[in-house]
């Protein structure tokens, strides 16, 4: 992936990562905790996948992702 390729993929991802949270937000403030819970995940995976590839870290699959963070811990 070029750098300007991987600039827009992150900045991408973490605008989805910033949408689910605000997603979670107002699913929370109407008592939908467990659609909340599912959005807060699913922030929590896209700023984590975009992440990964700013650090050169490309993954194939959601459990790759998954693997690829927890190895960084």
């Known amino acids: ?3 300007s390729e991987r600039e827009n993929y992150v900045k991408y991802r ?3 990562a910033e949408e689910a949270f605000q997603a979670a937000i107002l699913l929370a403030a109407n008592n939908q905790w467990n659609a909340a819970i ?3 995940y ?3 995976f896209y700023a984590v ?3 990964l590839v700013q650090n050169n870290i490309e993954t194939k699959s959601h ?3 998954k ?3 927890f190895m960084l811990l």
């Open 38 to 40: 599912n959005r807060l």
């Open 14 to 16: 973490l605008e989805k």
């Open 67 to 69: 693997t690829q963070f």
């Open 1 to 3: 992936m070029k750098p």
């Open 49 to 51: 996948t975009g992440l």
């Open 63 to 65: 459990s790759g992702v």
């Open 42 to 44: 699913y922030a929590t």
